[in-house]
């Protein structure tokens, strides 16, 4: 399988993840590494932009995850 359709592919199931929890793939992203790694990993996690990598202020971050 191509790597462009791994990632349609991976995008997909995260979105239907996201709807299952009536979250936003941003949240729902934030609330996996929550429960898989602990509340520091996500609360760091959440200063990171979810598309770009950079770091975000704490009203950008706002703008993502309210």
Not at 8 to 32: L, P, S, V
Not at 40 to 58: C, I, L, W
């Amino acid at each position: 399988m191509s790597q462009k359709k791994q990632t349609e592919k991976k995008e997909q199931k995260e979105q239907i993840q996201a709807e299952d929890t009536n979250m936003n793939k941003h949240n729902a992203n934030i609330m996996k590494v929550w429960s898989e790694q602990g509340v520091d990993k996500a609360v760091n996690q959440m200063f990171v932009h979810p598309e770009k990598g950079t770091r975000m202020s704490y009203s950008e971050m706002r703008s993502f995850y309210g």
